[in-house]
């Protein structure tokens, strides 16, 4: 394409080969159907097309992973970045820069030769500077607060086609409103941010048989309320399907999953955990001391792409009424079949950073959240998760923007990701960087 004649990176239109495989990410269900995507090589590739896309009125979408995937764009032209792939970690400072394409594995992987860790999350195959921009929530994170917590610079292509290296100095309102507003404020190129000292810790997964799940869930619920904030943990009732992909001892089983993250020495990550033990007998217990490199094992999430729906809800604590309901709705014995996971915030991540972000929903005591696999034989989904929201409706506080995916990532679902002062700041915000709302293909926030 002619008018893209400087770009290093691929230029594909629908019925070119690869249009499908690119804009196809982790969710395989409801892709954006852009008028064309540009495979940027660089951030100059990025400024290009931004700058192609502006010339022209044509809304712009961005995605490395598709693990986030918001409501489906028809049209528009979508920035790919994931062949932005490169890493540089400065031991010395315990800082790595990233670049918009790279995955936490990667990261993880590159940090630890120094002693050092990121504050990734569950699953090593998320794109880094997403997951950071939306927040992040880290296995780590009621020790070291949010992954945006952390961000010390951030490069980013806004609406006016300029390439920006924004700190909290140079542009503290921009700085403030990319972390948490994400894509609604520019394409992010790369980001500084913070490591921390972490080479090991104390973890893996308690699985109980779903006899126990009733238990499980009542007793790591009022266990949450008496763990240090070094302890960061979830919980997830889960039906895990008869097929080879699963171990064996879970295979066919409605099971309660207990994710264990403790940053610090095991004989006393051992002595906390052991109410949890003292339940009853595990399907597998892999709490050990691990190799931070070896957390992805924790959730143990399957890497493959598929269809989902998700919900989700953050609320100040779980009560037994709630954990009730829950169970009710997607436990062993519901009629649907859905994961139900409610992960364990607080601590750090309820404390103001040290530079202000705009990431929201920050004293939320839990995260509650609702995944059914979609495909031909998944039905009621919708009924189910219009359930799922009925019974949060008077018990949460928010959402939480890194889980609003596809179908719930709608205007009001993402204006419940920030309180109301954050939302109308934001709004603002996006009037001054983004009038011609360029950006609008993304978890929206309109221009006031
Ligand atoms: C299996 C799984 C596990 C997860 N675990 C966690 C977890 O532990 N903690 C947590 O906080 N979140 C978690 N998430 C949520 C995840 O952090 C978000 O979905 C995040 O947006 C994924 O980023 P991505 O690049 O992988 O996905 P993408 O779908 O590629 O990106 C999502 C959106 O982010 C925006 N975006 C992407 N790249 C850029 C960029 N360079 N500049 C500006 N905007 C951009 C776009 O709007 C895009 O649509 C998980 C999600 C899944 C599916």
Same mark, same amino acid.
């Given at each position: 394409m002619s008018t893209f004649g400087t770009v290093r990176g691929a230029v594909i239109?629908?019925?070119d080969h690869g249009y499908d495989a690119e804009r196809t990410g982790f969710q395989t269900a409801d892709p954006h159907r852009p008028d064309v995507i540009v495979v940027a090589a660089d951030a100059e590739d990025v400024r290009t097309a931004v700058e192609h896309a502006a010339a022209r009125g044509l809304p712009v979408a961005v995605q490395n992973t598709g693990h986030g995937l918001p409501l489906p764009a028809a049209g528009g032209l979508l920035i790919s970045t994931r062949e932005m792939t490169g890493v540089r970690v400065d031991p010395r400072a315990r800082t790595a820069y990233i670049e918009a394409g790279v995955r936490w594995a990667r990261v993880v992987a590159d940090a630890a030769p120094h002693g050092l860790a990121p504050l990734s999350g569950s699953s090593p195959g998320v794109g880094a500077v997403s997951y950071t921009l939306g927040g992040g929530i880290g296995l780590m994170s009621r020790r070291y607060g949010f992954a945006a917590d952390h961000v010390r610079s951030i490069d980013v292509v806004t609406a006016d086609a300029r390439l920006r290296h924004v700190t909290p100095e140079s542009d503290p309102d921009l700085f403030w409103a990319l972390l948490g507003g994400r894509a609604n404020f520019? $394409?992010?190129?790369?980001?500084?941010?913070?490591?921390?000292? %972490?080479? &090991?810790?104390? *973890?893996?997964?308690?699985?109980?048989?779903?006899?126990?799940v009733p238990e499980v869930t009542t007793t790591w619920r009022e266990w949450t309320e008496t763990v240090p904030d070094e302890l960061t943990s979830s919980l997830a009732l889960m039906p895990v399907p008869d097929v080879p992909a699963f171990p064996e001892p879970l295979r066919g089983r409605h099971v309660a999953h207990v994710r264990i993250a403790y940053v610090g020495d095991a004989a006393e990550g051992e002595r906390l955990i052991a109410p949890l033990r003292a339940i009853g007998p595990r399907l597998i217990d892999t709490v050990d001391t691990m190799p931070y490199t070896d957390?992805?094992?924790?959730?143990?999430?399957?890497? $493959?792409?598929?269809?989902?729906?998700?919900?989700?809800?953050? %609320?100040? &604590?779980?009560? *037994?009424?709630?954990?009730r309901d829950l169970l009710e709705l997607a436990g062993p014995g519901a009629p649907d079949r859905a994961i139900v996971e409610i992960r364990h915030l607080g601590g750090a991540m309820a404390k103001p950073p040290a530079v202000p972000n705009a990431v929201g929903n920050r004293e939320a005591g839990y995260l509650v959240g609702l995944l059914s696999k979609l495909g031909p034989d998944a039905t009621g989904v919708d009924e189910l998760h219009a359930r799922f929201d009925g019974l949060?409706?008077?018990?949460?506080?928010?959402?939480?923007?890194?889980?609003?995916?596809?179908?719930?990532?709608?205007?009001d679902q993402v204006r419940a990701a920030y309180e109301p002062e954050t939302y109308r700041r934001l709004t603002e915000l996006k009037a001054r960087y983004d009038p011609a709302n360029l950006f609008r293909l993304n978890h929206h926030i309109p221009p006031a």
């Open positions: 239109e629908p019925g520019g $394409v992010v190129t790369g980001l500084e941010i913070g490591l921390l000292p %972490v080479a &090991e810790l104390y *973890g893996g997964g308690l699985y109980f048989d779903a006899d126990l957390s992805g094992l924790i959730h143990n999430e399957p890497p $493959v792409p598929m269809a989902y729906r998700a919900s989700n809800a953050a %609320v100040p &604590e779980v009560t *037994g009424d709630l954990a949060l409706e008077g018990r949460a506080s928010g959402r939480v923007l890194n889980f609003l995916f596809g179908a719930a990532a709608t205007p």
